[in-house]
């Protein structure tokens, strides 16, 4: 069993991962939103092409290359050490776009007694997050 996180999601799928994620079509379909087709690999009304002669690299067997697609996308692709967990993470300019928009993400964290807040409970009130980290 293999753990496909990303910016929206955690997905359980059944995926052959070593330094490559490839996962069924629809387990790809699951993951990620987006479907392997002729054409490349397509969501909703976007396609984007396989490069000419390197069809080897992103399917075969049923299955499709998903850590290579995304890193075709411009977009991190990076896995534990035992393969059994993979981010897709957002490409460079979305992150971009996020920052500049100037609003935080939306996240969920229990307070001491357990009764979970997300940010979106508090909009349109200011509010103070303090942070710490060990490291």
């Known amino acids: 069993m293999t753990t496909v996180l990303t910016e929206s999601s955690t997905t359980q799928v059944q995926g052959l991962a070593e330094d490559s994620l490839w996962l069924t079509g629809e387990d790809a379909r699951r ?3 987006w479907t392997f ?7 909703d009304d976007v396609c984007v092409p396989i490069p000419a002669g390197r069809e080897a690299e992103f399917a ?9 697609f995304w890193q075709l996308m411009g977009k991190p692709a990076v896995h534990s050490q035992a393969s059994d967990v ?3 993470g957002a490409g460079a300019s979305e992150r971009n776009a996020a920052l500049l928009s100037l609003e935080a993400p939306n996240f969920t964290l229990p ?12 909009r349109k009130m200011r509010i103070l997050l303090a942070t710490w980290a060990s490291w």
Not at 113 to 120: E, N, P, Q, V
């Open 111 to 122: 307070d001491l007694d357990g009764k979970l807040h997300s940010l979106t409970d508090f």
């Open 86 to 88: 993979w981010f897709l």
């Open 60 to 68: 075969g067997d049923g299955r499709v290359n998903v850590s290579a």
């Open 37 to 43: 087709k002729p054409e490349g690999f397509c969501k």
């Open 31 to 33: 993951a990620t939103g």
